[in-house]
């Protein structure tokens, strides 16, 4: 037997009405705050992560899923959804619409990471960009909009908040880091050793036990922003208080990500353990500039939908369960069967949720497997039925009956569904 990859999943059809109810609340949220959908290839050609993710993160030196492809270029399998709403933005020229430019995915990503509860190989994201607005009042938005998911999905997590500042006051940040790590090189892991060098910033996301020892007395990053940097930040507290989210300052906060400037955020939830991040995201003004469009500001998130459902399975949400047939026709013979499917296809016609026996079940199997799919009403077919030109329905609930003729079933069934 084949088996399935390690690290991915399969959503099978008795469960996938959950994936379908995230996905609804995820896209109705995003209709509320006029976002439009954006769709990007599962790949693209690795020079725009290496550029885009930053060739110091794990995810570009150790997760991607990178191959040759038969043109003998370099593909990568999507490791996060930003990288290529970027370039589409870019490439299609979105910076000379309408700004700013509002969108979300949902889509597949893809990162060779050790596997455990909610960390998988292949999972997916709803996630969000804004371009081109520079101001608070749109960072502010996406956390809401991220509040408002959640909320909707019945999560409780806090939001964490932090501003990692922009390249000249990370200078000098960076150069605080250096100096206090120094002394503790040794102590530093092999990756860590080589950050210190390349990119300082990635030493505080760094999740060896050790390190996290020894980034715990790290300087703060808050207290190395530039004026203008700080004023955002203020301006991030003051817009967040106005939509009335709460929050906590988390200096610890860098992600895995270099394209972020400023505001960096994250969403946790202390219901499934390490893997508690449920929802990531920030303002990146360098990275449209940095893939070659015209510089324009940018912010947003993405939420794993894998760990969405993992908070609400561990905390007792409920998803709405899903519709069932309003109708199943029973046929007591071959002949019957015929006419049982007949109406059924009539029915679906109508637009009625029905179904039928496909198995040859007796009669009395039938009923039980009506029973077992949630079908509201049970239209029996016997011999004289079939003469009659009429059914008997049961209500499944009352077990009351009533003969319903053959030509009169949809519009019966139809007022039924009313109900
Ligand atoms: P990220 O923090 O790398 O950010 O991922 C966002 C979310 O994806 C995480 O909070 C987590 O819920 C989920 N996730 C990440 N890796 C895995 C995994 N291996 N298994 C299951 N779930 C996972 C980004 O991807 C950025 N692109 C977010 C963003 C959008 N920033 C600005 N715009």
């Given at each position: 037997?084949?088996?399935?990859?390690?690290?991915?999943?399969?959503?099978?059809?008795?469960?996938?009405?959950?994936?379908?109810?995230?996905?609804?609340?995820?896209?109705?949220?995003?209709?509320?705050?006029?976002?439009?959908?954006?769709?990007?290839?599962?790949?693209?050609?690795?020079?725009?992560?290496?550029?885009?993710?930053?060739?110091?993160?794990?995810?570009?030196?150790?997760?991607?899923?990178?191959?040759?492809?038969?043109?003998?270029?370099?593909?990568?399998?999507?490791?996060?959804?930003?990288?290529?709403?970027?370039?589409?933005?870019?490439?299609?020229?979105?910076?000379?619409?309408?700004?700013?430019?509002?969108?979300?995915?949902?889509?597949?990503?893809?990162?060779?990471?050790?596997?455990?509860?909610?960390?998988?190989r292949e999972f997916h994201q709803f996630g969000v960009e804004v371009f081109g607005a520079k101001g608070a009042d749109a960072d502010a938005e996406v956390i809401s909009l991220a509040d408002s998911l959640l909320k909707r999905l019945g999560l409780k997590v806090k939001l964490r908040i932090n501003s990692i500042g922009c390249p000249s006051c990370r200078a000098a940040y960076n150069k605080a880091l250096k100096?206090?790590?120094?002394?503790?090189?040794?102590?530093?892991?092999?990756?860590?050793?080589?950050?210190?060098?390349?990119?300082?910033?990635?030493?505080?996301?760094?999740?060896?036990?050790?390190?996290?020892?020894?980034?715990?007395?790290?300087?703060?990053?808050?207290?190395?922003?530039?004026?203008?940097?700080?004023?955002?930040?203020?301006?991030?507290?003051?817009?967040?208080?106005?939509?009335?989210?709460?929050?906590?300052?988390?200096?610890?906060?860098?992600?895995?990500?270099?394209?972020?400037?400023?505001?960096?955020?994250?969403?946790?939830?202390?219901?499934?353990?390490?893997?508690?991040?449920?929802?990531?995201?920030?303002?990146?003004?360098?990275?449209?500039?940095?893939?070659?469009?015209?510089?324009?500001?940018?912010?947003?998130?993405?939420?794993?939908?894998?760990?969405?459902?993992?908070?609400?399975?561990?905390?007792?949400?409920?998803?709405?369960?899903?519709?069932?047939?309003?109708?199943?026709?029973?046929?007591?013979?071959?002949?019957?069967?015929?006419?049982?499917?007949?109406?059924?296809?009539?029915?679906?016609?109508?637009?009625?949720?029905?179904?039928?026996?496909?198995?040859?079940?007796?009669?009395?199997?039938?009923?039980?497997?009506?029973?077992?799919?949630?079908?509201?009403?049970v239209a029996v077919i016997g011999g004289n039925e079939l003469q009659e030109g009429a059914m008997n329905v049961k209500c499944m609930a009352s077990s009351e009956s009533e003969k319903v003729d053959f030509s009169s079933a949809a519009e019966y069934f139809r007022k039924k569904k009313g109900e």
């Open positions: 037997m084949i088996n399935i990859p390690k690290g991915t999943k399969d959503v099978l059809p008795a469960d996938a009405y959950k994936w379908q109810y995230v996905e609804g609340v995820a896209r109705e949220t995003a209709k509320l705050y006029n976002l439009k959908e954006i769709r990007t290839p599962v790949f693209e050609h690795t020079e725009l992560f290496l550029r885009g993710v930053g060739d110091t993160t794990d995810i570009v030196t150790k997760e991607m899923y990178t191959f040759r492809d038969k043109g003998d270029r370099s593909i990568t399998l999507k490791p996060e959804g930003t990288a290529g709403a970027a370039r589409s933005f870019i490439e299609n020229g979105l910076g000379n619409g309408v700004l700013p430019a509002k969108m979300y995915y949902i889509t597949p990503a893809f990162r060779y990471e050790r596997p455990q509860a909610g960390r998988l100096e206090y790590f120094a002394p503790h090189l040794d102590g530093l892991c092999y990756d860590c050793k080589a950050r210190f060098e390349k990119n300082p910033l990635r030493l505080l996301d760094c999740k060896e036990e050790e390190c996290r020892k020894i980034n715990a007395q790290a300087p703060s990053i808050l207290d190395y922003l530039c004026p203008e940097c700080a004023e955002h930040f203020e301006a991030l507290k003051a817009y967040l208080a106005l939509a009335g989210i709460e929050y906590e300052i988390d200096p610890r906060i860098v992600r895995g990500l270099d394209y972020y400037t400023r505001t960096v955020f994250e969403f946790v939830s202390d219901d499934i353990g390490a893997q508690g991040t449920v929802c990531g995201g920030g303002r990146y003004d360098g990275l449209i500039g940095e893939l070659g469009g015209a510089p324009a500001p940018a912010v947003g998130f993405a939420a794993g939908i894998e760990r969405l459902l993992l908070v609400m399975e561990s905390t007792g949400v409920k998803i709405p369960e899903e519709e069932k047939p309003l109708v199943y026709f029973a046929g007591m013979d071959a002949e019957c069967r015929k006419k049982a499917f007949a109406l059924t296809i009539a029915l679906r016609h109508a637009g009625i949720y029905a179904e039928t026996d496909h198995m040859e079940r007796s009669i009395k199997a039938q009923f039980k497997y009506a029973d077992k799919i949630g079908a509201k009403y």
